[in-house]
């Protein structure tokens, strides 16, 4: 979590300080959304958690609505300013899906459940029978996706006056993204895993490399579990239990898709002229860090999250075809982010639990040549700083 959180602020800190979707060439018709007042802007995120209705939440969101008037005042030079002012607040709905409340209903009534399972097995087989059930519609849908994409990106290019500025926006936006990853990947998390372990996290980079390439290749974090479980277990020699714990866990955390779909979600606001507060960007964030952790391991799936966090905060999402354009180069590097940053977890864990681990090994082993084979072993996985003088070498 903590991890998410550093890689949603460093996108947050670099798509508004670099603007790559400020331009010329934005979508004209788009309504101006009002400038929240921060504590509003919290409110409504309170408000959307605990919905009134589960199933209106499926299309409405709440939000503050305000009352305005113009007002004319009187300027520095003597010259007449008209002014919007505030005269009166009430809470709205709005068409879209209030993501961040079903996700935390989803929650709570899973906890539920598992309080009494045998008596909702029923509940469960029925929840699972729905799931095979849009998974065949899904296989269904998926087979349109080459000319849906194509639809998409046609029906985008088409609301610009200027292709060159749009390139041009998507160039830097690219650039923005990758610049957040590379300062994830190399700064960020050498240092926690630093602070954590005091051993050098570029061994676990060299280790995992076999993964990092699968990655790379297959743009899924589920299709390189098993190479990260070799690499961690037979190159880095982390303990089995570590591994079989942390790294499926790790799979609810992606680093790099946090990143990627804030930086998105931003440059969405920009290309539409939105002028975003403070609160604004703040939900943005708690947003994304939320909705990556329900987002499967699979290719492409944060564009389904940039879609989900616009609609929640109020963002306009015409030019999400867009960003499919560029999605080849950046679904491969976000996912070695993602998997790189799994082995770290993995280190840590291994760093923090080893001791207990042995202790446990050593009651629980038995036979003709325990007390060997655990020297062994834990010559090989205890002391981290020999196993890393060679590679240091």
């Given at each position: 979590m903590a991890a998410m959180l550093v890689a949603v602020t460093t996108g947050l800190i670099l798509t508004v300080a670099i603007r790559p979707g400020s331009s010329q060439g934005s979508i004209g018709d788009v309504t101006q959304l009002a400038v929240y007042q921060t504590q509003d802007t919290f409110a409504d995120l309170l408000r959307n958690i605990v919905p009134d209705n589960i199933i209106a939440a499926c299309m409405k969101v709440a939000y503050t609505n305000y009352d305005t008037k113009p007002v004319v005042v009187e300027g520095v030079n003597g010259t007449n300013v008209t002014k919007t002012i505030i005269t009166g607040k009430s809470v709205a709905m709005t068409n879209g899906t209030n993501m961040l409340g079903l996700v935390a209903f989803c929650i709570i009534f899973g906890l539920a459940m598992s309080t009494d399972r045998n008596a909702t097995k029923v509940l469960l087989d029925f929840m699972n029978a729905i799931r095979i059930t849009v998974f065949k519609i899904f296989t269904v849908y998926i087979w349109t996706l080459p000319v849906a994409t194509a639809s998409l990106i046609a029906?985008?290019?088409?609301?610009?006056?200027?292709?060159?500025?749009?390139?041009?926006?998507?160039?830097?936006?690219?650039?923005?993204v990758t610049a957040g990853l590379l300062l994830h990947e190399f700064l960020w998390m050498p240092i926690g895993y630093f602070v954590c372990t005091r051993n050098n996290p570029f061994v676990v980079y060299y280790r995992v490399?076999?993964?990092?390439?699968?990655?790379?290749?297959?743009?899924?974090?589920?299709?390189?579990?098993?190479?990260?479980?070799?690499?961690?277990?037979g190159g880095l020699?982390?303990?089995?239990?570590?591994?079989?714990?942390?790294?499926?866990?790790?799979?609810?955390?992606?680093?790099?898709?946090?990143?990627?779909?804030?930086?998105?979600?931003?440059?969405?606001?920009?290309?539409?002229?939105?002028?975003?507060?403070?609160?604004?960007?703040?939900?943005?964030?708690?947003?994304?860090?939320?909705?990556?952790?329900?987002?499967?391991?699979?290719?492409?799936?944060?564009?389904?999250?940039?879609?989900?966090?616009?609609?929640?905060?109020?963002?306009?999402?015409?030019?999400?075809?867009?960003?499919i354009s560029m999605e080849w180069l950046l679904d491969a590097l976000r996912t070695c982010v993602n998997v790189s940053s799994h082995g770290i977890c993995a280190g840590i864990g291994n760093h923090a639990m080893r001791n207990v681990l042995w202790e446990s090994d050593d009651m629980n082993y038995s036979g003709v040549n325990a007390e060997t084979d655990l020297e062994q072993q834990k010559s090989a996985t205890n002391d981290d700083d020999d196993r890393y003088s060679d590679d240091a070498v």
């Open positions: 029906a985008s290019l088409l609301r610009v006056d200027n292709m060159y500025d749009i390139w041009s926006s998507l160039g830097k936006f690219a650039a923005t490399g076999r993964a990092l390439l699968t990655a790379l290749v297959s743009k899924s974090s589920y299709a390189t579990l098993p190479v990260l479980f070799k690499c961690c277990e020699k982390f303990h089995k239990r570590v591994c079989s714990f942390v790294l499926p866990i790790s799979l609810f955390k992606g680093d790099g898709s946090a990143l990627f779909i804030v930086c998105s979600s931003l440059w969405l606001g920009q290309r539409a002229d939105i002028g975003m507060t403070v609160g604004q960007v703040l939900l943005i964030g708690i947003l994304t860090v939320i909705l990556t952790m329900c987002l499967p391991a699979v290719p492409s799936a944060s564009l389904v999250g940039i879609v989900l966090v616009c609609k929640s905060a109020g963002v306009p999402a015409e030019e999400v075809g867009l960003l």
